[in-house]
């Protein structure tokens, strides 16, 4: 597997300088040894990824694929100008030790974009995000690992695991980014009445559970034991440029106080949606996401990298390589790689339920 892969990047790995590699988690324990056969065989040093339950690929003229449940790999290099781009080591918490190894760097190079990886086991993760793409300036893509192999390994030169690793690149590099959702609202927007912390308690003034139910009734397929699968809560987000409704989970529901309970805090005043899983939707939020995506850049594009919720792929769109066949259909022969991970990076965030695409020029 890793040698005939290393036969096709040989035979395009004239001066690249930079790899993106993605594995199942059937081979994460093996990581190690597929970076060190990849480094010798390409020349290539600076290597950045991770595993995922799941990974995708489209490749040039070739039909899309998509791997879940066996060991499968993927990787892409290119070629970038010298120090326009720096693999950074993980970071756990503190960003003492990362300001003084990529300080000098940062301050000439200015990154506008970064390609992150992160390990959801980190309790810090969110305030991680956060605090990269204000430490960096940069605007951050990525994915959590996902793994059920026991470890969750990334790439970053190295093998490394426990915090958030990556590649950020200059302002020069040129790259759009695009972010699609799986969900769509299935009624009009309330007011939260009452919440404490990530519970939500009233909104319109009546137990949230209540209005919840009410707008589930339609839809006869529908049942309070898969409120934590395909029905979410849409809140506001900060998207750097704007705002965007986005969905966050459900994680258990009070039937006597008609109480629920979110995977992060509400405010109280907070505009409101209940949203559900919806193929229908996601795929076409997906095309109108390319879309602005391929009007934005200004060359041709000469890769992509797509990182999608486990809860897409074949739970949402049927088939592991769906995803990467649409994103096929707008960029045509660009090769596309990806992973399906725990969660998603997004600008300054973790998001769920999502896609967020890289398109480089």
């Not at 470890?151 to 590649?167: D, I």
Request: hydrophobic residues 45%.
């Amino acid at each position: 597997m890793v040698a005939q892969i290393s036969e096709r990047l040989n035979a395009s790995a004239h001066g690249d300088n930079i790899g993106l590699l993605y594995a199942t988690d059937y081979l994460a324990r093996h990581l190690g040894e597929i970076l060190a056969e990849l480094r010798q065989s390409t020349g290539i040093a600076d290597w950045v990824g991770t595993v995922g339950i799941g990974i995708g690929a489209k490749l040039a003229d070739e039909a899309a694929v998509g791997h879940f449940d066996r060991p499968a790999l993927v990787a892409m290099v290119g070629r970038l100008p010298p120090d326009s781009f720096r693999v950074f080591e993980p970071v756990h918490g503190a960003f003492g030790a990362f300001r003084r190894e990529y300080g000098d760097w940062l301050a000439r190079a200015h990154p506008l974009l970064g390609i992150v990886h992160g390990d959801p086991r980190n309790p810090l993760a969110t305030s991680i995000v956060t605090d990269l793409a204000e430490v960096t300036g940069s605007f951050l893509v990525g994915g959590m690992t996902s793994s059920r192999a026991g470890n969750f390994p990334q790439v970053a030169q190295r093998v490394v695991e426990g915090g958030f690793s990556g590649v950020l690149f200059a302002a020069g590099v040129g790259a759009a980014t695009g972010l699609t959702q799986s969900c769509a609202p299935i009624g009009p927007s309330h007011r939260v009445t009452g919440a404490a912390r990530n519970l939500l308690t009233e909104v319109d003034g009546r137990p949230a559970l209540t209005v919840l139910k009410e707008e589930l009734a339609p839809h006869s397929e529908a049942s309070l034991e898969r409120i934590g699968w395909d029905c979410y809560v849409g809140l506001k987000d900060n998207l750097g440029a704007g705002t965007s409704l986005m969905a966050h989970g459900i994680l258990g529901a009070d039937p006597d106080r008609g109480w629920l309970a979110l995977d992060r805090t509400v405010q109280i005043g907070a505009s409101l949606s209940f949203m559900r899983l919806s193929r229908e939707a996601a795929e076409a939020d997906l095309r109108a996401m390319l879309a602005r995506v391929v009007t934005q850049g200004q060359r041709t594009p000469k890769g992509a990298v797509y990182f999608s919720c486990t809860q897409r792929g074949p739970q949402l769109f049927g088939s592991a390589e769906e995803e990467f066949a649409i994103i096929g259909d707008s960029l045509g022969t660009v090769p596309v790689i990806g992973f399906f991970g725990s969660g998603e990076i997004c600008y300054n965030r973790i998001r769920s339920f999502t896609g967020v695409l890289a398109v480089f020029f």
